[in-house]
């Protein structure tokens, strides 16, 4: 094989649901032992996209070669070489987390022994002990999701396919979920995962591919995307869109700004992180307007987007509520 | 926090098993068909409100049947002995209800996927999924068949007879359930699908002389349930469990034969469709 191994390798990967294009013409190459990111809002074509590579739907046109075989040719080879934990954690809800976790060792090809003794080190591996033996459907979200990755880790696979492994999750388990990453890849796992977050992409990927409306519209690593969107911004928020007005006005002479209107909201880019905050904060001081809020915060998906591909995604956005986590 | 992420426990985790060679084709097959056939029947006891549906039920269509309307109801012979098969005939078919809730449960919570996306036999998950539920069927049935017993059916299964219903009752069982699992491919909502099942299945059965004989009915009603599937299936059932002759239509004169046919006509339908269905599925 070529150096560097690629484990993924796709060329014009296509899939179409009647009219609707989900995936465009995606050309990918993931190499071997790093983390790829597809990064992009709802409804972008993410989840079509790993669905295929995980041989869950045939492409319509294009091929897709993971871990050294084809996804329609030879589906089983490549089901043996990888994991994948969908968006909804897959698991069976009337039984325990420890049943679960051996069928999926058993359905494996892993003996009664064997698989108990797996299941021991993954429930240690994953804090699953204290929930163990209560019923999936009884345990919270973020003890599901560990569960859920769990049983995608029963063996080790070549590449693991995460689709929005966090979403929604508390941050507790998405630090686990981070940190398994991070473990995995140390021990040579490549991993293909799509997020919503660019804050998620940024720490976990080696390379991030922005897709929106089914095509790959940027590409790069964390460092050149983030070269290219800009640095951390100040927002402030009007209590009304008089004030915004007023915000606008005594601002516009001394600060680059971008005014989101329905939001009564203007953004400045922040550079110097605090030091700009504390200008920006003093001349909306100086101006006598009462707002709402005043944030110094990281690049959103939508910032990524403007700045990326000079239009907002095109598909859904993302409700504000999960902007929000981004920044935070 | 704990030390679950610790680099050196995935080190161990990883070199602790290796796996077995892999077995042939069919000895994956008949593997993985029983570890997914547990799967579903370790989850009965932990659900009873689905098993309510075929127990629960066709015990409150006997009491109701049997000591409110049967008073109403004229047959030849006891109302025990009308009664009985008939509803064991509709609790064939309404398995059609449960097998296809249960497929649009595991498919729309994305268990499917979870198993589809392992390498495993495709077609043991569909295996399991069909077993599974014939299981649960006869789970029910036999509960019916007890209460039935209890309060008076006497069924005239001499020898033979007794192979022949149950055999009957497996090929409808079989049937049925195909046409649940496809059903429940087709409909995502398991709401849906419990909502579509019985408004389907609960006027066709009521129309099949499940209760009150066919002969009896106005002109519209009987012309239907006298093409009525579950006609078909009934009359069998009643023919072979108490020997009653049924008439009406060419499916009732010949009601065995003709309930033979039409499970084979659902099976050739819905079996094909099912695993293109379940090969292609995607959100």
Known sequence: MTSPELTVITDGLTKRFGDLVAVDHIDLRVEAGTVMSLLGPNGAGKTTMVRMLATLSAPTSGTAIVCGH????????????????????????NLTARENLLLMARLRGYGRGAASRLVESLIDRFDIGEFRDKLIKAVSGGQRRRVDL???LVVQPQLLVLDEPTTGLDPRSRQVV??????????GVTVLLTTQYLEEADALADDIVLIDHGRAVAAGTPSDLKARIGDQRVDVVAVDSRGLDGLVAALSGRFDLTIARERRRVSVPAPDELDDLASVAAAVRASGIPIDEIALRRPTLDDAFLALTGQPPATDTPADDSLVEVAS | MTTITSPAAGAIQRVAEALPPRPGPFARYLRETALLVGRGLRAIPRVPERLSDVTIQPIMFTLLFLYVFGSAIHVHGTYQDYLLPGLLGQSVAFGAIGAGVATSTDFSSGVVDRFRSLPVVRMSVISAQVIGQIIEQILGIVIVAGIGLALGWRPHLGGF????????????????????????????????????????????????GTFVPIAGMKLVPR???????????????RQVCQGTPSSGSLQLDHPVPAMIAWCVLVLIVCVPLALRRFRTASV
């Open chain 1, 70 to 93: 084809d996804v329609v040719r030879e589906a089983d080879a490549v089901r043996s070489a990888i994991s994948m934990t969908g968006q909804f954690a897959a698991l069976e809800d």
């Open chain 1, 150 to 152: 769990a049983a995608s």
């Open chain 1, 178 to 187: 981070w940190s398994t990453v991070r473990d995995l890849v140390d021990e």
């Open chain 2, 161 to 208: 007879r007794w192979l022949e219903l149950v055999a009957l009752m497996l090929l409808g069982l079989v049937a049925f359930t195909w046409v649940g699992v496809l059903a429940g491919m087709l409909i995502r909502s398991s709401d849906a699908m419990q909502g579509i099942g019985f408004a389907v299945m609960l006027p066709l059965s009521f129309l099949a």
């Open chain 2, 223 to 237: 012309a239907i349930a006298e093409w009525d599937p579950l006609s078909a299936l009934v009359a069998a059932v």
